[in-house]
Each structure stands twice: as structure tokens, then as C-alpha cells.
């Protein structure tokens, strides 16, 4: 009886450049980042609506994604201590709002960052997050453009992922993993009803965050979702 080789059995692709670095620096986020984990849900009935009547006759289509950041932005307003970074040598505190996307590309993973996010219209976020896109894919995005901001956002809620936890960026404070819109039986006032559900998961970085902090941003974030017009407000 003839058995297949060993040789035959796997192929090596060796490690770019691109995934040596997001291997290092996540590794160092898990050794060194004490994470803990928030999980919410909201019901985001209104928020497609909303999304379908902004959309109508534009030929600029906002995705679910960036009313999603926006609503990061809103909470990060209305809850300050999560808009912080983790430096060697102090919490650092900002004013303005910026927040890195998570782009997955055939190489790995690419976060480039929004600035002042809060002085962006949403249109504007739609056109920088796919100049982005565009860019990241044809490796053309800048250095300093993957540099900064005090929250990452990454979305699988595309490919149907329900719900799933991410690892912090350092020296960001917190990473939000995004989950699919999904309709699910729910309990409303005391009877059986259906409503479209999303799951979030925000992951914290203790050093610089306290978890009645963390909780204050996501009861901020999740009534976003579920009033939507508060979002643009």
C-alpha cells in the first residue's frame, strides 16, 4: 500500500512583512494589555430605516459601518474617559474623536485612522472610509495614516459573525467588535416579538479604563443604536 508523502501534504507561504508586524504587535497586546471584555445588545430596528432614508436618491450610499462609528464617536463625546490612549508615561486624554477602521486585505488586517471624526458629516466618513479601502488594497495608504486614534472598530457582522471579541491595538484604550443585524425573537413589555438584533463586544485595556467607565460608554453606545436620529444630532 502506497502512502501519500508528508511533502505532499502541506504548502508554506512564507510570512510577509505586512503579517510578521500584526503578528508582533498583537502578541504584545495579549502579554501586555490586561483586557476585559464588555458584551452588549441592542435592537436596531430603527437604524436601517434611518439608513435607507438617507440613502434615498444619493448616489453616496452610508453604510451600517458608518453610522456605527459615528455612534462611537457620539459615545466617546458623551463618555470622555474611554477617548484615551495607554504612553510609557501618562493616561493621555483628547479632545477630538479618532477612531481606526479595521480594512482586511489579502495580506492581513490594516487599520487607518479618521481624525476629529466629531467634525465629519456623515457622507464624509462614507467617502474616507472607502478612499481608505481603496487605497489600503492598492497599498498606497501612508504610515501616518495607520497611526494614531484612541479606538479601533472591526465589522464581521458582513460575513454573518454573530458575535466575537477583538484584540486591543496598543497604546488605544479599547477595540468595538461589530456583529451581524440579525432578526431574533425578543421579549418586548412582556410578550414574544421579532426585532433586528446586533451584538457588540468592546475590549478595554484596564491600565488606563475602569469598568464602571467601560459600562457608562456602552449604555451611551447601545442607546445610540436604538435611537439613531441621536447619532447625527
Excluded: C
Excluded at 512564507?14 to 498583537?26: E, K, N
Excluded at 497586546?29 to 476585559?36: D, G, I, L, M, N
Excluded at 458623551?78 to 490612549?85: D, E, G, K, R, S
Excluded at 426585532?195 to 468592546?202: D, I, N
Amino acid at each position: 500500500m502506497n502512502l501519500p508523502s508528508d511533502a505532499a501534504a502541506f504548502t508554506d507561504t512564507p510570512h510577509t512583512r505586512l503579517r510578521r508586524a500584526i503578528a508582533a504587535r498583537l502578541t504584545e497586546s495579549k502579554q501586555t494589555a490586561p483586557h476585559f471584555y464588555l458584551r452588549g445588545t441592542a435592537n436596531v430596528d430603527r437604524l436601517p430605516a434611518m439608513r435607507e432614508e438617507l440613502n434615498a436618491g444619493e448616489a453616496t450610499r452610508i453604510s451600517v459601518n458608518d453610522l456605527v462609528i459615528k455612534a462611537v464617536t457620539k459615545a466617546h463625546l458623551l463618555v470622555p474617559a474611554l477617548n484615551v490612549t495607554w504612553p510609557p508615561d501618562a493616561v493621555r486624554s483628547y479632545a477630538g474623536v479618532d477612531i481606526a477602521v479595521a480594512i482586511a486585505t489579502d495580506n492581513g488586517l490594516v487599520t487607518p485612522v479618521l481624525r476629529s471624526v466629531e467634525t465629519m458629516p456623515i457622507r464624509v466618513v462614507t467617502s474616507t472610509v472607502s478612499d481608505f479601502a481603496g487605497r489600503v488594497r492598492a497599498g498606497r495608504l501612508q504610515q501616518h495614516e495607520l497611526e494614531g486614534g484612541s479606538i479601533s472598530v472591526t465589522n464581521l457582522g458582513m460575513f454573518g459573525t454573530e458575535e466575537f471579541t477583538a484584540i486591543i491595538n496598543p497604546p488605544q484604550a479599547a477595540t468595538l467588535a461589530v456583529g451581524a443585524a440579525r432578526q431574533e425573537p425578543v421579549v418586548v413589555e412582556g410578550a414574544l416579538a421579532v426585532a433586528t438584533v446586533m451584538r457588540v463586544t468592546l475590549s478595554i485595556d484596564h491600565r488606563p479604563v475602569d469598568g464602571v467607565n467601560g459600562a457608562q460608554w456602552m449604555k451611551a453606545f447601545l442607546d445610540l443604536l436604538e435611537h439613531p436620529t441621536r447619532i447625527l444630532a
